[in-house]
């Protein structure tokens, strides 16, 4: 499935037969993607792991040709510019000094999707850039034009070290799940329920980025399930600084849980890390206002095994008509793939932690609804507002009376 990885994830654009592939495999040292003089050799967008210096570990995406033809191409070339929602920079690939409507076209698609990109002029062992172009490219997209041979890979060193200098930071430096909320030795108490969906022998995905965030920030780490809880607070010292639950055991932890101690979900703390936390602070109280009829996008950014009391499928779709009253659809869609229809055609959107992609393939996941003015909400905030504890789930991140880190 698309974006199931959280490293920083490059993209490489060009016509056919422009060396796309030769540059991924200048840059791997290795022949990860297959060559040939044959144009349109790569027809899907393909995926490869490797590691870049002051970068470290990447994800780079081989596309089809920007100029591809026939009815089969133009699905090729959408395909490819649907990889623009996923990457946090690109590399388009020219070369033999041509530089037309497609590179243009794609420029302004990078630009669209706040996408930062270099130009890499390859088979310059045969053809170096005209001085006109390289003005032209400078002076219009300020954009850097690197001269590069994947046959005699020289300024492999250049190109390297323009992806470190234009790579955004956000899409390898990760903002603290909640370290930046606790002091050294603090205890956070994360209650973890085992059900039905629990992953059988380990724990799932946002548990153990929160344990390992607690124990980067010098804090310990106590797990306990929703029915230990009370014992646990009731014999141990020192009291937990934080304490942290699955969504679907809120009200449990609420009610366990004393009301000098905060109390947020692994679902709103990863809400915080990703972005669009302010999105959906004015999103989430719209769940008073949804009527009969209204239809209700969830998304889950994962595939995953279906039980019968989903979170996603049935219990949020339980909770939310329950609590309004009314007759509502809903309309769940997994993984990152094209939504269904018109965004336009509902009323309200929740987004699930996002804990297996990254922050950018989140924010443009839910851009399309945040443009049209729908109202969004994520998994740990709807249920903690229609459980009647959204105030006090929000409440530690708050940073003084009346301000709130949006992040």
């Not at 999707?113 to 130009?119: E, H, L, Q, S």
């Not at 903002?175 to 992953?199: M, N, Q, W």
Request: proline letters at 6%.
């Amino acid at each position: 499935m698309a974006g199931r990885d959280l490293k920083p994830h490059i993209g490489i654009f060009g016509r056919r037969n422009i060396g796309k592939s030769s540059l991924i495999n200048a840059l791997t040292g290795q022949e990860s993607a297959i060559v040939s003089d044959v144009a349109g050799t790569t027809t899907d967008p393909v995926r490869k792991s490797i590691e870049i210096a002051g970068i470290g570990p990447a994800i780079v995406i081989d596309t089809a040709g920007i100029d591809d033809t026939g009815e089969l191409g133009q699905k090729r070339i959408a395909r490819s510019k649907e990889m623009l929602k996923l990457i946090d920079m690109a590399i388009l690939v020219i070369a033999g000094n041509a530089f037309d409507e497609p590179e243009k076209e794609l420029i302004k698609e990078f630009r669209k999707n706040d996408v930062p990109f270099i130009v890499v002029h390859n088979k310059s062992d045969l053809e170096v850039p005209e001085p006109e172009l390289l003005k032209l490219i400078n002076d219009r997209y300020s954009a850097p034009v690197i001269e590069f041979s994947a046959k005699y890979p020289v300024n492999l060193d250049v190109v390297i070290r323009s992806l470190q200098e234009g790579m955004p930071e956000s899409a390898y430096r990760k903002r603290p799940l909640v370290g930046d909320l606790i002091s050294y030795g603090d205890v956070v108490l994360l209650i973890t329920p085992i059900d039905i969906e629990a992953p059988e022998g380990r724990m799932i995905l946002p548990q153990v980025q929160v344990m390992r965030d607690v124990l980067d920030h010098d804090g310990v780490v106590v797990l306990c399930k929703e029915r230990e809880v009370d014992g646990y607070l009731r014999k141990m010292e020192p009291k937990p600084a934080l304490v942290i639950t699955d969504s679907q055991v809120f009200p449990k932890a609420d009610a366990a849980v004393p009301r000098n101690i905060p109390l947020t979900s692994f679902s709103i703390v990863l809400a915080r890390q990703k972005g669009a936390f302010d999105e959906y602070l004015k999103g989430t109280p719209f769940i008073s206002k949804l009527k009969d009829g209204d239809r209700v996008l969830i998304l889950e950014s994962c595939s995953h095994h279906v039980s019968c009391d989903d979170i996603g499928r049935v219990k949020i779709p339980r909770w939310l008509s329950n609590f309004t009253g009314k007759k509502l659809e809903f309309t769940v869609v997994a993984g990152l793939d094209t939504l269904p229809g018109k965004i336009t055609d509902y009323s309200m959107v929740i987004q699930c932690g996002g804990c297996m992609i990254t922050r950018k393939q989140l924010i443009n996941r839910l851009r399309p609804a945040i443009e049209a003015n729908i109202p969004v909400t994520n998994y740990g905030m709807a249920i903690a507002y229609v459980h009647g504890i959204y105030n006090r789930a929000i409440e530690p991140f708050k940073l003084e009376e009346g301000a709130v880190d949006y992040l």
